[in-house]
Nanobody, 124 residues
Framework: QVQLVESGGGLVQAGGSLSLSCAAS????????MGWFRQAPGKEREFVAT????????YYADSVKGRFSISRVNARNAVYLRMNVLKPEDTAVYFC?????????????????WGQGTQVTVSS
């Protein structure tokens, strides 16, 4: 089992940047692929980015491609999301998640563990 804790959220102006971190407990972090998802008020949780166990494979939602970057440091049990050129529509609670089966995934149901989320608010 793994526990996930996100940090780094906050309030930023449109066009600005934020970096989110997700710290994982346990010794098996490198056996999980990781993902970032977000949920805006009144909307369903949606995929943002995912990264394979080694970090060699990444996928992004079209809405963030070219602006966001996912990375991980297995030695630190951590995964990161660098967000640039933020837009008001990026406002949401951001969650990190860990999955065991597969290489990486954009599907919520394929993740086994979730963090509690961190709020990101982008003002116009």
């Amino acid at each position: 089992q793994v526990q996930l804790v996100e940090s780094g959220g906050g309030l930023v102006q449109a066009g600005g940047s934020l970096s989110l971190s997700c710290a994982a407990s346990g010794r098996t972090f490198s056996t999980y692929y990781m993902g970032w998802f977000r949920q805006a008020p009144g909307k369903e949780r949606e995929f943002v980015a995912t990264i394979s166990r080694s970090g060699g494979t990444t996928y992004y939602a079209d809405s963030v491609k070219g602006r966001f970057s996912i990375s991980r440091v297995n030695a630190r049990n951590a995964v990161y999301l660098r967000m640039n050129v933020l837009k008001p529509e990026d406002t949401a609670v951001y969650f990190c998640a860990a999955g065991r089966a597969g290489v990486a995934s954009h599907r919520l149901e394929e993740y086994d563990y979730w963090g509690q989320g961190t709020q990101v608010t982008v003002s116009s």
